[in-house]
């Protein structure tokens, strides 16, 4: 069947069930979104043209929101607790659905075990079903749901199950045996997943799929009129809850010599100690009076925490700068609370690096806190500059609509792409060697990975600098680390074409392979296609690296992968 666009979302509102508190909030949003979606889903039609696109039957099972992981977010919503989770999931379904796949959603263990076919009363059914969806989207909480009571059928159908995964799961914590090997066990990982099924809320590493949320987007007559109606002496901070506001009296007051403070803490019935007597709390403001505050104000500032929340985008997308704390040395799951135990070592350079690295300025000013000087004129000069609203192409509801639709016509992990074994020869060589020889291009020979998604004539492979990332490498040449393209550099015949001077070449599981070790000539490659990383580096090694070209706005697609 052929999957149509829809544009009458109140089905989706139906099926989106109620009662929660989250629930509530997503409806809300989703309503609120609705004319945008329909306003996207045109223009993407018009940009696909007549292309086939398939209806999917589509589980959508939120488990931290079943009362069966504890459901701690829903009693939180209305008193400050994190809702870029409920963000993320709202506009998740809202694609799926506008994109016209047929969806079920489920928030609790019953409704999961009745859409899945489980006899009632069998915790743990041993037996294989056929299962109805082609595709299972889920978070972790959910995932361990299904393993308890999918029986067989977990392990045959997981490779349709798509887990939401907000800080991401880097590959050496997702192999069970390395994991454990190698302390990378953590509460979260080892499920030996293809490292792609596990999708992001921001753009972290490319071993993820990125699958981002939407900010509301302006036409040109509403930039017009936010531009004309800032205040330049008005800043809001970012922090809802007001913990995040302790000990930070010191660069309110330097603030509060140049702008109006406004804040939106959640309070019970006084102001909390934590917020001065000069800043004007709002209290907690529905999601679309926020918006109206940030079309107000000039500076959106943050103090740290939350880390890589929607807020920033839409303060952005509102025309605010934002400005933000640099963090020396980096925040990572080895030196800080929050990311303790989640399973990555990515390391956090500022409170959003997203805004850091994507966005930068003249939106977004990432400064030392510690330097009073520095931030003070950061303020000054932030008050002189001009911007215009701004939202990343891939944080738009067309944006948003082609990325899931370019994933679910091509993401296929029920297929194993078998690539060569390890050490063999290719069959033909794939290369054309670049003039500096340490760079290579992927012959425009599609004929060697017919079919093969993202394309593999993308495929640009680097040899890394020794102790640096290939996430980071390929983004040293303007590209994007691309994992599936790993197999097609793991063979002796790389090395070769890159005139690696390799005096023995060995097989080994190690998430940093294929690599080349400096002391001793030796070149190693990646047993274990599971183990592909871009992230991950060593002083010991230079990474080969498998990078390809993106799409302007919308890097989770190369150029040819519509
Ligand atoms: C992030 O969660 P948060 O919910 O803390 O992220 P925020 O950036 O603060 O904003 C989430 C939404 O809250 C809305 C705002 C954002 O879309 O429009 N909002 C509001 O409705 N009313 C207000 O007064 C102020 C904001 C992140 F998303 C999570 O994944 C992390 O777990 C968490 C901790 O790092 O940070």
């Known amino acids: 069947v052929q999957a149509v666009f829809r544009s009458n979302l109140s089905h989706l509102l139906e099926l989106m069930g109620s009662g929660k508190e989250s629930l509530i909030f997503m409806k809300k949003r989703t309503k609120r979104f609705t004319a945008q979606w329909v306003l996207a889903a045109q223009r993407l039609a018009q940009k696909l043209g007549g292309v086939r696109r398939d209806q999917k039957q589509i589980l959508v099972h939120i488990g931290f929101l079943t009362e069966e992981s504890g459901d701690v977010f829903s009693p939180r919503v209305l008193k400050g607790g994190p809702l870029g989770e409920m963000v993320q999931w709202a506009d998740i379904l809202a694609a799926l659905y506008v994109l016209g796949h047929g969806l079920r959603i489920t928030v609790s263990l019953k409704e999961l075990q009745s859409n ?7 915790g743990n059914c041993p037996l294989t079903m056929p299962l109805p969806f082609d595709l299972i989207y889920t978070d972790y909480h959910g995932l361990q749901q299904m393993k308890q009571h999918m029986g067989l059928s977990f392990r045959k159908y997981r490779c349709r199950i798509r887990v939401i995964d907000t800080f991401g799961t880097e590959p050496a914590y997702n192999h069970e045996e390395y994991a454990t090997l190698h302390g990378y066990r953590t509460n979260w990982g080892y499920w030996n997943l293809n490292p792609k099924q596990f999708m992001t809320m921001f753009p972290h590493t490319p071993d993820n799929s990125f699958m981002g949320f939407v900010s509301e987007e302006l036409n040109e007559t509403e930039k017009q009129l936010i531009k004309d109606g800032k205040a330049s002496n008005m800043a809001v901070v970012y922090g809802k809850e007001a913990s995040i506001w302790k000990g930070k009296e010191k660069f309110l007051s330097i603030l509060n010599k140049y702008m109006e403070i406004h804040g939106t803490v959640y309070y019970e019935s006084q102001r909390p100690p934590e917020v001065p007597a000069f800043v004007k709390n709002h209290g907690l403001l529905p999601q679309p009076e926020f918006q109206q505050l940030l079309r107000k104000a000039k500076l959106f500032i943050g103090f740290g925490f939350p880390y890589e929340g929607p807020a920033p985008l839409e303060a952005i997308a ?4 934002f400005l933000q704390s640099r963090f020396s040395p980096p925040h990572s799951s080895l030196n800080h609370e929050f990311f303790r135990g989640k399973p990555t070592s990515r390391e956090v350079f500022s409170q959003h690096p997203y805004a850091e690295n994507f966005i930068g300025k003249p939106h977004v000013w990432t400064v030392d806190y510690n330097n009073s000087e520095e931030f003070e004129a950061a303020i000054q000069a932030i008050m002189t500059t001009q911007v215009d609203p701004y939202l990343p192409y891939e944080y738009t509801c067309e944006g948003m609509l082609e990325r899931i639709h370019a994933y679910i ?5 029920c297929v194993d792409p078998a690539p060569a074994p ?7 060589s794939p290369f054309i060697l670049a003039p500096n020889a340490t760079h290579l291009e992927w012959a425009h020979n599609t004929s060697l990975a017919p079919g093969a998604w993202p394309p593999v ?11 640096r990332a290939c996430t980071d490498a390929c983004l040293d040449h303007g590209l994007i680390c691309e994992p599936s393209f790993f197999p097609f550099l793991n063979s002796q015949d790389a090395f070769q074409k890159l005139q690696v001077p390799c ?6 599981m190690n998430h940093l392979y294929p690599a ?13 296609p599971l183990l592909f990383s871009c992230a991950g580096s060593s002083t010991k090694y230079r990474r080969l690296c498998p990078c390809r070209d993106f799409r302007k706005g919308q890097v989770a697609l190369c150029q040819d992968c519509l």
Request: proline letters at 9%.
């Open 116 to 122: 899945l076919g489980v006899p009632p009363g069998r």
């Open 318 to 321: 509102n025309g605010c700068v």
């Open 409 to 413: 016509q091509h993401q296929d992990f």
């Open 422 to 428: 390890p050490g063999a020869r290719a069959p033909q």
């Open 457 to 467: 004539h993308s495929l640009r492979a680097w040899l890394a600098a020794t102790g």
């Open 503 to 508: 005096d023995g070449i060995e097989s080994e």
């Open 516 to 528: 080349f070790a400096q002391p001793g000539q030796e070149c190693f490659l990646q047993k274990e």
